[in-house]
């Protein structure tokens, strides 16, 4: 079991995990508030089956890693790793633009499908819901369990744990208990996401190059293999670098290209992560000079 990559697995786990726990608690407290409870089992019918089909897509996906030969397996690996960065971005950013309003779309998606009368429609709207957490979180996992090789059970096992921490988490919103800042929650788990999904495009590059389809910047950057090597083998400052591999994408020997996007990455997506968010009812100089008639 490798430690770094069961931790990679179980923070991105628990980041999904709460956020479609969150999702699902919303809804089934605002039916017990407004005297719905008696449709619950429609939201747990919907998310279920987002929950199973997220598992099929998952299993699929992490059946076919490693099935090729090369080079078509550092095609498929380096593709792969490259979607999961770029899902994982795309899914931290949307999750910052829609956390405030989350909570009002969901309530207001319930009392549609309360009045029109089609109670299934809760069912709908709880899938819609969780299916995106769900494949959002098959596509990661299978881009970490890319890079973790012969390791991928360990990240495999480690979203096992961190959604487990996740259903928790979600009973606990649902009684009401402030378990965890949700905002800081959200926050810190998506730095260490950008970190990892820096990780995995640093790992694509270096695939890209291995089969020649990178050409520039190839020349080792440094070399501290004798310093922090990365593999595990190579003593206790080797069990450090393996799992600095495994959350961050370290090497003790990096292409310029890699290292180079890598810090691009880093710099570019948590100065935009990090900003600060404008409210969304701001008004800007000019709305504010602008006549009401006009």
Do not use: C
């Not at 017990?32 to 919907?46: E, P």
């Amino acid at each position: 079991m490798d430690f770094g990559f069961l931790t990679t697995g179980l923070l991105t786990g628990l980041r999904e995990g709460v956020e479609a726990a969150l999702i699902v608690s919303i809804i089934l407290a605002y039916l017990a508030k407004t005297g719905n409870q008696r449709h619950s089992g429609k939201i747990w019918l919907g998310a279920g089956a987002a929950i199973a089909l997220s598992v099929v897509v998952g299993l699929v996906l992490f059946s076919t890693v490693g099935g090729f030969e090369e080079p078509a397996e550092q095609i498929f690996e380096g593709f792969a790793m490259l979607t999961a960065a770029a899902v994982v971005t795309w899914m931290l950013f949307w999750m910052r633009r829609t956390a405030a309003n989350i909570k009002g779309e969901l309530q207001a998606g319930v009392d549609r499908a309360l009045m029109e009368g089609g109670v299934l429609g809760l069912g709908v709207l709880a899938f819609t819901a969780v299916i995106r957490e769900g494949i959002e979180t098959a596509l990661f996992l299978m881009g970490q369990a890319t890079a973790a090789g012969t390791q991928a059970s360990s990240t495999l096992v480690g979203a096992v744990i961190g959604l487990g921490i996740a259903v928790a988490i979600g009973y606990g919103l649902y009684r009401g208990a402030r378990v965890i800042n949700l905002r800081t929650f959200f926050t810190w788990t998506g730095v260490a996401l950008i970190f990892i999904a820096a990780g995995l495009l640093s790992h694509a590059v270096h695939e890209f190059v291995e089969i020649g389809w990178i050409g520039v910047g190839t020349s080792t950057a440094f070399d501290i293999s004798a310093i922090l090597p990365h593999d595990p083998e190579a003593g206790a400052m080797g069990v450090v670098g393996s799992i600095l591999r495994a959350l961050v994408g370290y090497t003790s020997t990096p292409e310029w290209v890699t290292l180079l996007s890598w810090l691009t990455y880093v710099v570019a997506v948590l100065a935009l992560y990090l900003r600060p968010i404008r409210p969304s009812g701001a008004r800007t100089p000019t709305q504010e000079r602008t006549p009401v008639g006009a």
